[in-house]
């Protein structure tokens, strides 16, 4: 049977999909009764017959950093999909990102080597990869530097791969990818690129001259049943399709809204005023915040992704942003009505 974590998410409710496609028996972890209902509209926008799919899925009420229940949950396990993280680029969250990133994923870990679960696929993020100098393409192989001034996503997903890597030492099978900005449809709140999508379609004014690596959410989870299908372990692997400024994603994404693109630059003054203007808002009011200092370097900063190790490994061919782009943004003008 195969284990899915955090199955509620983006990357985890269409693995979930993909997975009931085929006879295997698949069981998913999740925190809230609600966000079961949105796997499910997820499923409808891709087949009529939710409930054949859904129906396939066991689901077990569990956090990653609840031991009984997670033991319940690996009982007859096989494979693992960690797909489970908390994402916040607040320093105020750091202590809360340590425990579910990095302590939750240890907890996986020691239940996969305990259970002797013959492989584990870790979900991680291009923030764990190093920066490239003089504009070269970014590898798998491109060296983090822990002494740079790293976002606490960045540092916790890191501290999480390393526990994945020690796993491995004590005879664990593992794989880890490493996605860009994912585009797909059925999450419009809580980051990435429903959110930019959300922003765009409010009517997004100006645009950074940063850019990043992008890929759509059926050209991560596609790869990584690939991966656990395969007998490859202990690698990591880049998942990017192309590589887009935010002026060029931003106007791709106004064009399939059928909303005015961002036209104006946000120079680096504008932006340093931004993150220190939003830190006060949300000090003042305790509210989360909306934009961070490290938030502003990763959109003005040019990381270019190479993509090839992936390709290379699995003969993989990335379907086009514009595709998954239009998709999405179809998508998200019909869940508005």
Not at 130 to 159: F, M, Q, R
Not at 201 to 206: A, C, H, M, S
Request: with cysteine; charged share 25%.
């Amino acid at each position: 049977m195969i284990l899915v974590t955090g199955g509620t998410g983006l990357v985890g409710s269409h693995l979930l999909y993909e997975l009931t496609k085929t006879e295997k028996k698949v069981r998913a972890i999740y925190r809230s009764e609600k966000k079961i209902d949105l796997v499910k509209h997820v499923f409808s926008y891709y087949t009529s017959n939710v409930d054949q799919y859904f129906s396939k899925i066991e689901w077990i009420k569990a956090t990653l950093l609840d031991i009984p229940d997670l033991t319940e949950a690996f009982k007859g396990i096989t494979k693992v999909y960690h797909c489970a993280a908390f994402i916040s680029f607040d320093v105020r969250d750091y202590y809360t990102l340590r425990r579910v990133n990095i302590e939750g994923t240890a907890n996986i870990v020691n239940l996969s080597i305990s259970n002797q679960v013959k492989k584990l696929c870790y979900v991680s993020s291009i923030a764990t990869i190093g920066k490239s100098e003089h504009d070269t393409l970014i590898t798998e192989e491109t060296h983090w530097n822990p002494e740079e001034d790293h976002s606490v996503y960045a540092i916790t997903k890191y501290g999480a791969e390393m526990e994945v890597w020690r796993g491995t030492q004590e005879g664990l099978d593992a794989v880890i990818v490493n996605p860009g900005v994912i585009i797909g449809p059925g999450h419009w709140r809580g980051g990435g690129s429903g959110s930019l999508i959300k922003l765009v379609y409010k009517g997004l004014t100006r645009y950074t001259n940063g850019s990043v690596g992008y890929v759509s959410v059926i050209d991560v989870v596609k790869p990584m049943i690939l991966l656990m299908e395969n007998s490859i372990s202990n690698h990591r692997y880049i998942l990017v399709s192309e590589n887009l400024s935010y002026k060029d994603f931003f106007t791709k994404a106004a064009t399939y809204l059928k909303v005015k693109a961002p036209t104006k630059k946000a120079s680096k003054l504008i932006l340093s005023a931004a993150w220190r203007l939003d830190w006060l808002r949300a000090h003042m009011l305790k509210k989360k915040r909306r934009l961070t200092k490290h938030a502003v370097r990763s959109i003005t900063t040019k990381s270019n992704y190479d993509n090839n190790k992936i390709k290379d490994t699995l003969n993989y061919n990335f379907e086009s942003i514009d595709d998954s782009l239009a998709l999405t943004c179809q998508l998200f003008l019909k869940d508005l009505e």
